[in-house]
């Protein structure tokens, strides 16, 4: 007999392996698993608290959860109890991958398959539905356009943009990603906690993108931001980021005082087969995070240290760039100064495909913006 410790790891292979196959469009369910579990050993949640993800795809975050939790604690009785069954909870629209989530989890030992599920078929952004959660650890989908397709008098199908008039919500707008962060922080406790991966859009974009920065560092304490490398994503062009973020109760005074950010997209490069990123290149990171006592920490960023990766920005510093933007570097592109140490061939190809693939991305959204379809 094959224990279900084996059956969830080949599991979880096969749903690596699937995430591969760019055409079937799997991989935008699937964040690494370095990230995630760099992500969690940041957060280090605690037994008996729940853990949700809006947009939870095969269920990668709650396993890296899951782990932690098991390897970290003597758990009891009771809680042992909690974490297969009361723990986790999400979103998970398309019926393939919610199934594939499903069974990934029940295989290893989350939830019974014949219970309840865990897991909802509705959109998340659809409404609040009324329930607060100990932590968020997310990977919304990327692109930043909400739509739904209709079909007009000529039988042909339209997209048309979606923007979500919720009360809760600071901003109405067609910005998905904007959305999520704003239901990201409506679903959080008092005293929750997020860690959240969301494209640069979000740092920087006018207009609605900048008046939700601004009402997400007024009511909670955006501590850290880690500006991530291309070529993690099956989504070529990707340029992300990870956000954390601690949920505060309401107040007169901002809630953020300071932004720590760690730089790990200059001069790196990393590709998903020849080169992926692991726990170890991000070793550094969890360290200068310090989740131990995050509030004691040291830049390694000085004018005698020009290369250090981790700086802080006072909130009164962001406040006065242009449109609060948070997309903040420092380092010098070695790759555009030092002529005689280029990368190798294939690594200034797959970087020319992904700036090409993004800008696409970009004039695609401008196209369905001017004509109003996605035709």
Known sequence: ??????????????????????????????????????????????????????????????????????????????????????????????????????????????SDITGDSFISSSYALVADSGNRYDYVLANPPFGKKSSYTVTNEEGKAEKEDLSYNRQDFWETTSNKQLNFLQHIKTMLKVTGQAAVVLPDNVLFEGGAGEKVRKQLMLTADLHTIMRLPTGLFYAQGVKANVLFFDNRAASKEAQTKEVWFYDYRTNVQHKLKKKPMTTADLAEFVKLYNPENRHKRTENWTEQNPEGRWKKFTYEEILARDKTNLDIFWLKDKS????????????????????????LNSFKEIMETINGNGE
């Open 336 to 359: 555009l100064t030092d002529l005689d140490n280029l990368p190798d061939p294939d690594i200034l190809a797959l970087e020319f495909i992904e700036d090409i693939g993004s800008g």
């Open 1 to 110: 007999m094959v224990g279900d410790d084996v059956k969830g790891k080949i599991y979880k292979g096969l749903l690596e392996k699937n995430a591969e196959d760019t055409k079937s469009g799997a991989g935008q369910y699937f964040t690494p698993r370095a990230l995630i579990k760099t992500m969690v050993a940041c957060v280090q949640p605690k037994p008996m608290k729940t853990i949700v993800a809006p947009a939870c795809g095969t269920g990668g975050f709650f396993l890296g959860a899951y782990d932690w939790l098991a390897e970290h604690n003597q758990l009891d009785h009771d809680e042992k109890e909690f974490l297969k069954n009361k723990t986790f909870h999400g979103n998970e629209i398309v019926a393939n991958t919610r199934r594939l989530c499903l069974m990934n989890m029940y295989l290893h030992n989350i």
